[in-house]
């Protein structure tokens, strides 16, 4: 390892943050879902560390076949299906169950000739208008798809458009629309992300599929993981490279868009863009510098990026600088970058090192 920038995963939060989404849906199953490489963690040694999950949610056949040639056994779902009736013979063969959100879908199904049997959720819209099939379409689909010989209906999914502010009337009119499904609700029924879990008792349904809480970050617009007793997973990091004094009036990193307004101690640390971290993040975003808190300055680089080192005496050329994670909740990076911690922890790029850390 060379630049010192790296990404923390504390494999035991990752395991805690699933007891607890067990022991919020102690009814449910649970389909961790481990898509986008884990949301960042790492889509391997994620799924090891949730080998207590009952199954693993992803986005496509590639993730799949990294679980299975990992050696994982549980039932994988795909997500969104296949896009390619060429994934078919992949599916079949790996024992891939299938979401199934659209017509051109069954159809590929009905007329591909499956060489085995493969189980398939049926995806209903009841609200968010993204993927899949009206209530009022369910008899018909399921009863084409019971005609085509090797399919075996798992049962019915939803999504949430709007659970992570429990405040929106949206969620119980999804809620609504799905237990006005009522005995045409075929099979097992799953329904809740992470904020309905933890937010919607009555979404638990058969199967949970927990994302984002599993990583130990908070679903909710308004509260943070602690508040739900989750840990962070994630903790990315890196050190100072240099240590300058600036006078009154310099401009400080591209663009000069900030200028010192005294003279002033500031900090480069060994991160930026290229590694994930938001450029879009303001001067005044929070950072930990040996566990103490400092701000960013200016714009963020590629490579780096500039602190105020002011009232931060004992910072040294090495000192660790935490971006998000442990003492500084990645909920709250997110906020200052205008957007979700989901995409922070799923951007950081490959040329971060992850490494696991477990207490035994
Ligand atoms: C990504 C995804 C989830 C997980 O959502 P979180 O908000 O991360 O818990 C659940 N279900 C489906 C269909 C998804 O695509």
Not at 52 to 71: H, K, M, P, S, T
Request: aromatic share 6%.
């Amino acid at each position: 390892m060379t630049r010192p920038v790296r990404a923390r995963v504390d494999v035991d939060a990752l395991r805690s943050n699933l007891q607890l989404a067990r022991r919020t849906a102690p009814h449910s199953r649970i389909l961790a879902v481990v898509k986008a490489n884990a949301y960042g963690h790492g889509l391997v040694p994620v799924a090891r560390a949730l080998e207590a999950a009952d199954a693993f949610g992803v986005a496509g056949v590639e993730e799949a076949l990294l679980l299975r040639q990992a050696g994982i056994q549980k039932p994988i779902v795909l997500l969104e299906g296949f896009f390619h009736a060429a994934e078919l013979d992949e599916v079949i063969r790996h024992g891939l169950n299938l979401v199934v959100h659209a017509t051109h879908q069954v159809e590929a199904l009905a007329t591909a000739a499956l060489a085995g049997p493969v189980r398939v959720w049926i995806k209903l819209d009841t609200g968010m208008h993204r993927l899949g099939f009206a209530p009022a379409e369910l008899a018909a689909v399921q009863a084409r798809l019971q005609s085509i010989t090797g399919v075996e209906l798992a049962g019915l999914m939803t999504h949430f458009a709007c659970a992570d502010d429990r405040t929106d009337p949206a969620t119980q009119r999804q809620l609504d629309a799905f237990a006005a499904l009522g005995p045409g609700a075929v099979g097992e029924h799953s329904l809740a992300n992470s904020a309905a879990l933890l937010g919607w008792p009555e979404a638990h349904a058969d199967w949970v599929r927990p994302g984002l809480m599993l990583y130990g970050i908070s679903p909710f617009v308004d509260s943070l993981a602690a508040d739900h007793g989750l840990t962070p997973a994630m903790t990315l990091e890196t050190e100072l490279i240099a240590i300058r004094d600036c006078a009154a009036g310099d401009a400080v990193g591209y663009g000069g868009v900030w200028v010192c307004p005294e003279s002033m101690p500031i900090g480069v640390a060994a991160i930026g863009y290229g590694d994930g971290y938001p450029r879009h993040a303001p001067a005044g975003t929070p950072v930990l510098v040996d566990g103490r808190p400092a701000q960013l300055i200016g714009r963020v680089s590629m490579d780096m990026l500039i602190l105020d080192l002011r009232g931060l005496p004992e910072a040294r050329v090495g000192s660790r600088v935490t971006l998000w994670g442990e003492g500084l909740p990645v909920e709250r990076i997110a906020r200052q970058a205008g957007t979700i911690p989901y995409e922070l922890v799923c951007a950081v790029t490959a040329r971060v090192p992850l490494l696991y850390e477990s207490r035994g």
